[in-house]
């Protein structure tokens, strides 16, 4: 028996890095938010569009520019008889103003896109965020079940070598046979095998946990929850108002309606004011001058100029072969497909909704089944080492209720395992809040 334990205590302590941490669902979430490539990605674009919205905004206001440059030309430019330009050193600076006064619509209707934009790479983040959440619930559960496998396993272990040392003693008083003491070993030693899977198994759960909440996969996890069963009110059916999905698809609708908003501000008047002020200067004009004597000589006259111009402009667009009329049609034609879309992911989400709470109800019955069975074969296996023992029943009948037993604990545990893998996507069907899985959490506390 000593051989028996110091082998599981090996085992136990071999197969964890020294490093460990304690793991609750909660810290599990909050890791796992904060260290997805997808999240933070879907936290960009939560950026990139309240800068795009900062961006159509600026269309409402007027927009300044300044320029200068700078002209050196030679020769001088003939303009005629005597008549020359000189343009060395010449400048021209000036600064102009344009504010839109109006342009059909385009620039509310690009506010609202981009406010709608906003709303939907939002509702992508949070999507994102349900997503990473209830991949990282499944993998904890799943770490835990293979966990209480090998607890399951340990504990048949030691039941075995029990009944080992109990055949062994029989054996040597000459009250059974050799032939009993090497089944209970060959038993043992199937038993030692499953055990390494399962820790085989445990080993990968963990690197799969490590990578979702990024942590070093040399980390050792201890989870601080257990596969209790919360009580089957605990999430009642709860509609899909509250799934980014269903928002999206809405956002995209309302997106498409504004797009025919936009392809009509194309074909509207626009109305523009222009100001500015402008100066330029070093430009000479050179010339001969000749008197009523006869005298000739050069003069030149240095031109420059100084002030304020303005201008407001009108574009309407007059006749371009129905090129509007049919891009508004086909506008319209995509707000129609938009709700069609809308209507069907509407139907669809419901009926994931209803399908999985209906396998989230079927595992408690499931559950309840397990454990019947479960506290049957304890009750069984019980009564069969009592008899065992009082030499009232074979070591092959032991054996198979023993072997019943390991059978009705495994079931109970998937069956466990798999409500949690239920709730988690009965939850991500209904688009479920951290604040709404968290209530759960401390239902389960209680």
Known sequence: MKTIILIILVAIFSAFPLKAIELSLEDCRKMALESDELVKIAKNR?????????????????????????????????MGDAMELQMRGVYLAGFSLVQPIYAGGKIYTANKLAKLGQEA?????????????????????MYIAVRSKIDMLLSYIQQLDSILSYTRSAYELGLTTYLNVSRVETKMSELQYNLRQARSGEDLCRLSLCRIIGVDDSEAIIPTEKLN????????????????ELHLSMINLEAKKHDIGMVRSDFLPTIGLQLGWNAF????????????DGTVFPYSQTISYKGFVGAVSLSVPIFHW???????????????NAALELEQNRKLMELQA???????????????????????????????????ESGLMTLTDLLEAQSQWQSSFSNLIEAKTQLKINEVDYLRTIGATLSQREKGDKKLQE
């Open 229 to 244: 069963v919360l009580p089957q009110s605990s999430f009642p059916f709860a509609g899909i108002e509250s799934r980014p």
């Open 46 to 78: 939560v950026t990139q569009s309240n800068l795009d919205k900062g961006v159509a905004t600026t269309a409402y206001l007027p927009k300044i520019d300044g320029s200068a440059s700078a002209f050196y030309m030679t020769p001088n430019s003939s």
């Open 281 to 292: 200067g070093n430009m000479k004009m050179k010339n001969y001058m000749m008197l009523d």
């Open 322 to 336: 129905g090129e509007g009329f049919k891009k508004v049609k086909k506008a319209k034609i995509e707000v129609e």
């Open 354 to 388: 209803r399908q999985a709470y209906r396998n989230y109800l079927d595992g408690f019955a499931l559950i309840e089944s397990a454990e019947k069975a479960f506290s049957e074969a304890e009750l069984n296996l019980k009564m069969m080492k009592e008899q065992y």
């Open 121 to 141: 790479a939002r509702q992508q983040l949070e999507a994102t965020e349900m997503d990473v959440v209830a991949n990282a619930e499944k993998s904890y559960w």
